[in-house]
């Protein structure tokens, strides 16, 4: 081999085997890189990466060195495959501890296959989710449309958009899981499909919130119209619609990995400021809609909008329960508030009908 002018090395390891890499001398800051002191110590090559080998398995962490040669300024890693007999989380890390390289420059790609496909870990469990809630969203459709043709003289218009969400559910939660089923068998997301899912749930979640909201002021049951709050109904939902298509379209379309933290608060803050809004502006009307259904004595539409009150008060409860669980373990608190409008705060709308 010629000369070596350069080191550059790729070291793989599953998270358990973190400690395994790097060390530190004396007690004081831990270094990735052997260090002379380290060397001293650790019996490392300095100038390399410290790899201690795992208690499980000696031939892990993976290293594969790369050199530059001579005077070239450019280096081609050669292609390297790893087979993985371990579930885990892991890393992927490319490392040169060489002063001469310092701005070194890589591009290129991994491409990562677990038994079951290429789907990451992560989102393997999430395709047999979607086929679920398809089933579960089916289900709801043959349940409502056989209401809706029983009691078709008496629908209320409210009931043709609760028959646009769930359909809109079912179509989404199907068109999610062939884009997952397309990635586990090609190992890449199209664009294009991926931003048409992306619209479809960004559009249900629109239409469903502002339903929420207008149920809750009365639309339809107490009130025939929305009189001057349409205007200021409609820009809410354009600005939900926009915040949550950023999101998602930063989160999924063409990529895998998760986004930065920084950039991902930046787009989740609208999103969950415009969330908390919507349950503020849904419980205050809610409570006055409750006040006039009691100066009616409207009372099977008083007990239905009670019963529909307990089961939004129970999701939101809910969705706080769960941001308390993923805190201390992802740390992904800021996907809990998409998780307040749940199903089930649909059901009571079955039964709103005329008296």
Known sequence: MAHSTGLVQAILFEAADRDNIGGSAYGGQRSICCTPDLAKLEGCKQGEVIRRPSSDDPGWPVVVDTHFSANHLSVKLDDEEVHITKTGMYNLFFISCDPKLRGLAMSGKTIWRNPGGYLPGRMAPLMRFYVFMSLAYLLVMVVWFSNYIRFWRDILPIQNWITLVIALGLFEMTLWYFEYLNFNSSGVRPVGITTWVVTVGAIRKTISRLLILSISMGY????????????????????????????????NVGTINDISGKAKLFLVLPDAFLDAFLILWIFTSLSRTLEKLQARRSSVKLDIYRKFTNALAVSVIGSVVWIGYEMPHEKKWFEAPTLIFSPQCKLPLMGLIKE
């Open 220 to 251: 339809g049951v107490v009130r025939p119209t929305l009189g001057g709050l349409t205007s200021k109904v409609l820009l809410l939902g354009l600005t939900y619609f926009l915040a949550s298509e950023l999101l998602d379209i930063s989160e």
